[in-house]
């Protein structure tokens, strides 16, 4: 079998965020024939159709072949006022309106990791309709919400430090390669 | 019965967009003591927690302001990939942040243009969502959804030229008035 | 201030429900103005306008008018299959049938719980959508999650040992108060 | 390829239901390797885990066992009061509950009818939802909604009148039957 490459997009900017946390945890715990590369749309404007009109943005266009040379996508994002970060929305809008727009067919996954005790709940099924929307294969169950992240990460290195948690992620990850090649099957 | 002051948002920022037309009709069509005023978000950054922390941006500060100062919001918006456009979910991010964040008990109404047959359909309770996280008061119905909207306003002029979308909207404005007037004998 | 009349209502028939314990927490912790009644709909047949058209059942009838005569919903729902229980909906759906249904401008709260540790995340904003297609007046936050139920209630008397869950109930019940006064208050 | 064996599910109960004659039409446009069956609901007691306790009931098993021996699943249903009609959830919920349920790993598609205009843009993605929750694969696009439904079919026989309607319907029915492949493709 040969290598995935899984491109990671945090719905935070922030340098400190727990998404970010959590995907490198995703990284980290993924099957050894995975591989997880991060892609950042900090430089993307906000969207309008008349600024696209004359072109779509350098860092928008790099993003999008990201995306679409990639094997999958994994999305670690916060929750913002119960529904999906802004910024992150914005991203997406800008990809979807890429001829041939990268997202379609593509198996994604998504965790969601948050201070508050739900972990990002409401957040996840708005991205699910989103994606749904721009024909992604996205990967159903298992479900990750890492709740009360300031308890289960080192805010200092980042890293992981409780075991429930690294073994839902690790769960999530080979169910995300088992999906990645499900939907590789079903395209061939 | 005093002038009531609504401030106006549309959910997007091209120039010739079916939501500001939308607002522009609800805005003819208010009760003679409603007054509209459109405020925009174009120059708002894209949300970083990290960017907060040196200071609110003054372009999010003036329009936290506007919407301090009124007695009521308007949303018009698209619906971008089956959710809120992310440039506006972004304004409404930002917003949140500020002290004693502005949409908390204000009465906001809101309606959706769009070119398909849906009318934004999708959107609507996503934003509705967001508004009930920050303790706004969200007028339940009547809803109002412009499908089609190429074919109901005059593309030059902006002009809506339908007369049921005329009536919907007028009958919103009007429930929007006992709205706001609800709202505020509640809160006295 | 008078007297208020919470009619409680759960999403759960079984006798052993964790919501019919939430229900009870709530009326044990409610101020002492407001008075709980649980009422029923485990008789209601399920809904089909063919049956409809031969007259509304009797237990639908009895259930409308309790709704009509009580100052305030509250329910308390698990969810099933990460939406509301489908006899709960079924119940609701009936009572919109109703001529000039009970539920518009009822001044309604909810909460949930649940054995899982997300205490209902999904199913409180169907709700919440559902009764808005409805008119009724839904309080916003604080809300009310009981994740993990089975530790925080004695399963035998169905005693709440939690002190956190308590104290958000406790405060909800209080915020509930004054939504009702202020509803009330509104419609005068 | 051999016969793909699709089991319709109705939303409504009512004789005249507008999503009946969608399933109707559905089967009619189908390709014609494919074969519908309407499979009903009526009979299922609300979802009481006590009753359950006591052994599923035959409705629910006989319906359970036809939803495991067809090739997929094709949901027609209304929206009542901006959600799922809670007849057809409580059939889910049912259902969810035999062991290996057997909407795990079914392709699933779904249409919806009704007489207002949105044709059921609100229930849609509450179903898609709670068939996710329960592994099913459910097909993205192209989305069907036969809005203004009255004007669409003869009342008296339930045929379709409306030539984009048929359209519709057609390219979905190809679509899902591409889905269908595609699943068992993945699965082999």
Partial sequence: MGKLYILGISGSLRAGSFNRMALSLAGELMPENMVLEVEEWREFPIYDEDTQASG?????????????????????TPEYNFSLPGGLKNAIDWVSRIDSQPFAEKPVALLSASAGPLGGARVQYDLRRVMMSLNAMMMGRPEVFIGSAQTKFDLGGGCCTDDATRGFVA?????????????????R
Same sequence: chains 1, 2, 3, 4.
Wanted: charged residues 20%; proline residues 5%.
């Fill in 171 to 187: 769960a999530q990850m080979v169910a995300f390669e088992r999906w990645i090649r499900y939907v590789k099957a079903g395209q």
């Fill in 56 to 76: 779509i943005p350098p860092a928008v266009q790099t993003f999008a072949d990201r995306v679409r040379h990639s094997d999958a996508v994994l999305f670690a």
